[in-house]
């Protein structure tokens, strides 16, 4: 299945959905509009990539089950709809299927702006027992209410956060209880699905590195070795 140059304004439950079964999908150069209580995709199929959309409004951008082979790419996220109660996640992994992913999921190059001040509790990623490897790099970050970035779950799953940058404005929500006190943090992870390297060389847009204290759950920001900024 290919999917280029359209624009969806759907009616139902998600803009897209790649259901199971689906073996093959390649999304790109369209935009999706979602409304309110909507998820924009719904990825369940494998070998699914996603490059040059841009896609608004709805209560999480991607909900996905266990696909196998994911590639995210130089997308547009932007403006999610709902209020206090609403949960909505860049991309949230379903917790509780009781499916494993083996093969490694890349998020890249992506421009995440939730937009949205009166909204819930939310996550940039929400990355829960599927067991899938995701790789999250290069990605513009705004604001996006509490945490930025969870793992957790048994086994969970293990997630690598590279060579991202944070919109300046982090620098004041980050440990000032703006945020979600819950989850003030740029990054938090259960310390057994991940090692301590795997949060590295995230910076503000003005090129500093995310502060140390700012990271919980037992790993180490690395900043040394990091490629030239911008």
């Known amino acids: 299945m ?19 079964g689906a073996d093959f999908a390649v999304v790109e150069y369209s935009r999706f509009n979602a409304s309110s209580g909507e998820k924009v995709f719904r990825v369940n199929g494998n070998n699914a990539t996603f490059r040059r ?17 994911l590639l995210v790419e130089n997308n547009y996220y932007h403006d999610a709809t709902g209020g ?13 299927l009781g499916q494993q992913v083996t093969t490694t999921t890349i998020i ?16 940039i990623l929400w990355a829960a027992d599927n067991g899938a490897l995701i790789i999250f790099e290069s990605n513009y970050l705004k604001p996006w209410g ?3 970035i969870r793992a957790w779950g048994d086994p969970g799953s293990p997630v690598i956060a590279r060579y991202n940058v944070y919109d300046d404005i982090f620098q004041t929500l980050l440990g000032s209880g703006e945020m979600d006190s819950r989850y003030d943090a740029a990054w938090s992870v259960v310390p057994e699905v991940l090692d301590d390297s795997a949060f590295i060389c995230n910076r503000y847009a003005d090129g500093s590195f995310i502060e140390q204290t700012w990271v919980k759950g037992g790993t180490t920001h690395v900043t040394t070795g990091c490629p030239s900024y911008p």
């Open 84 to 96: 206090p109660s609403a949960h909505a996640d860049g991309f949230q992994w379903a917790p509780g």
């Open 108 to 123: 890249r190059g992506n421009y995440f702006d939730l937009n949205n001040p009166t909204i819930g509790v939310t996550e």
């Open 146 to 148: 509490g945490l930025t």
């Open 53 to 69: 959309n841009e896609a608004t409004g709805g209560q999480d951008c991607f909900w996905m089950g266990a696909p196998e082979n």
């Open 2 to 20: 290919t999917v280029r140059n359209v624009i969806v304004d759907p009616g139902g439950s998600y803009a897209l959905n790649v259901d199971t």
